[in-house]
T-cell receptor
């Protein structure tokens, strides 16, 4: 079983749609959670951290469910520019502050 | 401009040659990391360093070596012992608190 699992997609949605991605993690000791965005052939960029209380940044909302060990990302009013791969990332908060990356979910927003 | 730089962007080498990838940051971050990404796959940790003159193996360290002589710099050498070196190599750094990591633009290495 992978430590961080995501549906690879692709999710094909029309502009203006709402789309949600889920991610599950296996280590219950995980302490930090993030969503990164990666454009084709580019480096990952931090989209948002995910807090226990949930958090929102414009059209993006992230939720964490520690009991079920899953993280979600909701994108409202999708734009063409949202097309990318979204990486779910989990940290143990261990000495090395290492992060474990999911394989990513690919989103394609169509006109 | 604060950030992480990696050079070169593309690198081509013949099998059997060692090659060193550069990573420099001016964010004053203590921790630095090297990952490799293969097509359609997630990032895998090669090496990391939390402080100057100290580094630790990640999940796939075999065939790689690193050094951390300066806080700003964390070069990665891909040796001839690495069986499948062709990949996208990403360097990242982190202040540790919070522990988000920030990435350089990556080096795409092709070995033939």
């Amino acid at each position: 079983r992978k430590e961080v699992e995501q549906d690879p997609g692709p999710f094909n949605v029309p502009e203006g749609a709402t789309v949600a991605f889920n991610c599950t993690y296996s280590n219950s000791a995980s302490q930090s959670f993030f969503w990164y965005r990666q454009d084709c052939r580019k480096e990952p960029k931090l989209l948002m951290s995910v807090y226990s209380s949930g958090n929102e940044d414009g059209r993006f909302t992230a939720q964490l469910n520690r009991a079920s060990q899953y993280i979600s990302l909701l994108i409202r009013d999708s734009k063409l520019s949202d097309s990318a791969t979204y990486l779910c990332v989990v940290g143990l908060g261990n000495a090395g502050n290492m992060l474990t990356f999911g394989g990513g979910t690919r989103l394609m927003v169509k006109p | 401009d604060g950030g992480i730089t990696q050079s070169p962007k593309y690198l081509f080498r013949k099998e059997g040659q060692n090659v060193t990838l550069s990573c420099e940051q001016n964010l004053n971050h203590d921790a630095m990391y090297w990952y490799r990404q293969d097509p359609g796959q997630g990032l895998r940790l090669i090496y990391y360093s939390q402080i100057v003159n100290d580094f630790q193996k990640g999940d796939i360290a075999e065939g790689y070596s690193v050094s951390r002589e300066k806080k700003e710099s964390f070069p990665l050498t891909v040796t001839s012992a690495q069986k499948n070196p062709t990949a996208f190599y990403l360097c990242a750094s982190s202040s540790g608190h919070p522990n988000e990591q920030y990435f350089g633009p990556g080096t795409r290495l092709t070995v033939t």
